[in-house]
Every structure is written in structure tokens, then in C-alpha cells.
């Protein structure tokens, strides 16, 4: 989508420090997100520049090299000493960048639903992949894979500029710890855009028999697309995730096998989107290979539509599947069973899985100047 330039009156933005001139670092910030550029257009347009700010300091005491928006775009400084790093957390060192923190740490999902798709969607992962975490359901995939001791195997990111480590999940979603790097959220969506990204993992609201997703239009009301289109445009592959159905569903977990103790109320795959927000057949000509993962099945795109491609153990296929969507998928020949790990309790062995498989090719670059070395 293009949108024309709009005029801008005011930004609010904040940092962790400002001194006297109004130079602001982020020593304290879980994201750097797009304070810079949106202090840069406001300028531009004439507008105000306010930044909300933990402290003062002296002029010309501050890092010069740690000033993320210099004092010549500020117009007000507001401080507020209680200003919390996120939403529900006041203050958290490992999304400061401040220590890293153990795996051991890191509390391992309970076996849900959420955690099936996010285990079937990590085995989707291999040696050095770089991909993207999207918010939702996706975002189970970092724990996960710190709960498989993969973390370090992988490159995970998130769009608010965060790369490596594990991106963090719920309403803290945007900051991650243990990352190798936080850059700014436009040039994350610059790399992206750039085709930089191996995986990319992405939740859905709705899927249709030609493999198109909804996740921005529902009934009357529009979310709107977020950083969506760029990812899933980019990627070389697409991993779509979420529960098959909608509102109430409620399952267990016995000897390998789900069982579904009440469904939800709203099916999510549809004979047609309420909203395109990813062309399936667009994604076809660019060549990329996409899955839609739920708790029950996985499809893939295939030439003329949906396919199947595994089905839970124990679900059954008309019953649990075809009687809660609004068409007929097709059956794949080489249709299979879900893996039983899935829904077991405790790790699954995805480090035995991942080191069986080949890894990303490194940069030339960098292994002709290993060799030199």
C-alpha cells in the first residue's frame, strides 16, 4: 500500500535521558522504534517535538555517540521519573540490553493449544535462518526455541527493530532479550523489504480455499495491516499460524494425541476473506513457499488452493476438520500425521532435529576473510 506524505502538527515521543539542550539517549528503552525519523518529519512540517524522559542531565555530559535524537529536533522535554520501559514492565535489564539472560530463565510454555502451533512452526526452522517473529501466536516460536536450547542456532527478529535472541511475548511483544543488535524500526523494515529474511512467522485471523489471509478487516471493523504486508511480501517463505478455530475452543492432551473438548464458536477458514492481506497467488508468482499451521492440520498452498498436508493424530478428518471450514480443501497424496512430540509435556529433541539439517550458506565475504585470517 502507498499513502501519500500528511502534515504533522505534533509528535510525542521518549527516551531515557535528556540534558539541558534536549539530547535524548535510550539507554533504558526496550525499542528504539521510529523516534529519529518521526522527530525528523515533524521538523520538516514545522510541527512540535515533545519527548517524555525518565531524567535530566547536564548539558554536555551525555554519550555523544549514545544520543539517539538530538537536541536541534526538540522542542518540550517532559519528565516523568516513574515511566515504565513497557506496558507491564516497569523495568527489565534484559530488554535494556543490560545483562542476557540464562535459558533456565526463560519459562518454557504449558502445553496449549498456542504451544502445538508454535512447536509445528519452529520445526519449520533450520541452521543460521534468519526470520521474522510476528505478533500473536508466532511470538511462542522464541520460547520455544529456549526451551529446545535453540535459541543460539537461529536469528529471530521482530519488526520493532530487535535482531537475535528471543523476542518477547504477550503485551510486551516488541522488545526481546538476549539480542546480538537493536537498530531502529525503519531500517528492520528496510532489510525485510530488501528480501533479508529466510522465515517469516506470521499469525492469521482468516484463510480461504485459495490460501489468501485476513488479518486486518473483521465485519465492520478495520485493524488495519501493521508491518504485515512488508514481511510476508519479502520472505522467502511463509509460515501463516493459528487456532483453527475461534472463541471457546478448549482441548487436552493424552499420550501424544489432542482431543477437543469443546470448539470454538468461529471458524477461521472460510470460502472467502473478509480482507486480502495476503495474495496467495501473488505469493505464488514470486515463488515463495507458504504453510498455514494449526493445532489439528497443516496445509500448504498449493497450485489451486488450500491442500492438506498433515492431520493431528486422533482428529478425525471430517468430523474435526472438514465440518468446521467453509470449503473443501484438497487432500495431498503424501498427506502425513502430525509429529506426537507436539503435544507431549517437556522438550521434543528440536536440537537433534535442527543440527540434522543443512545450515544457511554464510557470507562469502566473511568466509574468504576467515580463510585469509
Not at 521518549?14 to 528504539?32: C, H, K, L, Q, W
Not at 532489510?191 to 489468501?212: M, N, P, R, V
Request: hydrophobic letters at 45%; aromatic letters at 8%.
Amino acid at each position: 500500500m502507498f499513502y501519500r506524505p500528511f502534515h504533522i502538527d505534533v509528535c510525542f515521543l521518549r527516551g531515557t535521558t535528556a540534558d539541558e539542550d534536549g539530547n535524548v539517549t535510550m539507554e533504558e528503552e526496550a525499542v528504539f522504534g521510529e523516534m529519529l525519523s518521526m522527530a525528523q518529519a515533524t521538523r520538516r512540517c514545522g510541527g512540535l517535538v515533545v519527548v517524555q524522559v525518565k531524567r535530566i542531565a547536564r548539558r554536555q555530559t551525555l554519550p555523544a555517540n549514545q544520543v539517539k535524537i538530538p537536541g536541534i529536533l526538540v522542542d518540550l522535554v517532559v519528565v516523568d521519573e516513574t515511566q515504565w520501559q513497557t506496558y507491564v514492565t516497569q523495568y527489565s535489564p534484559g530488554y535494556a540490553g543490560e545483562v542476557r539472560v540464562p535459558l533456565s530463565a526463560m519459562r518454557p510454555l504449558p502445553l496449549s493449544p498456542r504451544k502445538v502451533i508454535a512447536r509445528r512452526a519452529a520445526l519449520e526452522l533450520f541452521p543460521k535462518a534468519v526470520c521474522n517473529l510476528g505478533s500473536g501466536i508466532s511470538t511462542g516460536i522464541a520460547m520455544v526455541a529456549a526451551e529446545e536450547g535453540v535459541l543460539d542456532d537461529v536469528v529471530l527478529t521482530n519488526e520493532q527493530g530487535l535482531i537475535g535472541g528471543a523476542p518477547a511475548m504477550g503485551v510486551d511483544a516488541g522488545a526481546a532479550t538476549n539480542y546480538a543488535a537493536m537498530i531502529d524500526q525503519p531500517y528492520q523494515f528496510d532489510f525485510y523489504d530488501g528480501g533479508g529474511l529466510d522465515l517469516a512467522f506470521l499469525s492469521f485471523a482468516e484463510i480461504d480455499a485459495l490460501g489468501d489471509v485476513n488479518v486486518s478487516r473483521f465485519g465492520d471493523r478495520v485493524i488495519g495491516f501493521g508491518g504485515f504486508i512488508n514481511i510476508s511480501q519479502g520472505a522467502r517463505k511463509v509460515v501463516f499460524s493459528g487456532t483453527f478455530t475461534a472463541g471457546g475452543l478448549k482441548m487436552d492432551f493424552t499420550d501424544g494425541r489432542p482431543v477437543i473438548r469443546s470448539e470454538g464458536r468461529n471458524p477461521k477458514l472460510v470460502e472467502r476473506v473478509n480482507q486480502i492481506s495476503y495474495s496467495a497467488g501473488f505469493g505464488r508468482e514470486n515463488g515463495q513457499e507458504v504453510l498455514y499451521v494449526t493445532e489439528r492440520a497443516v496445509f500448504r498452498r498449493g497450485i489451486d488452493g488450500l491442500e492438506l498436508i498433515e492431520l493431528a493424530p486422533g482428529i478425525d478428518l471430517e468430523h474435526d476438520v472438514i465440518a468446521h471450514m467453509g470449503f473443501r480443501p484438497r487432500i495431498a497424496d503424501d498427506m502425513t500425521m502430525m509429529d506426537a512430540r507436539l503435544f507431549m509435556a517437556g522438550p521434543m529433541g528440536l536440537d537433534v532435529d535442527l543440527h540434522r539439517r543443512p545450515a544457511k550458506a554464510g557470507s562469502p565475504r566473511l568466509a574468504a576473510l576467515g580463510a585469509a585470517s
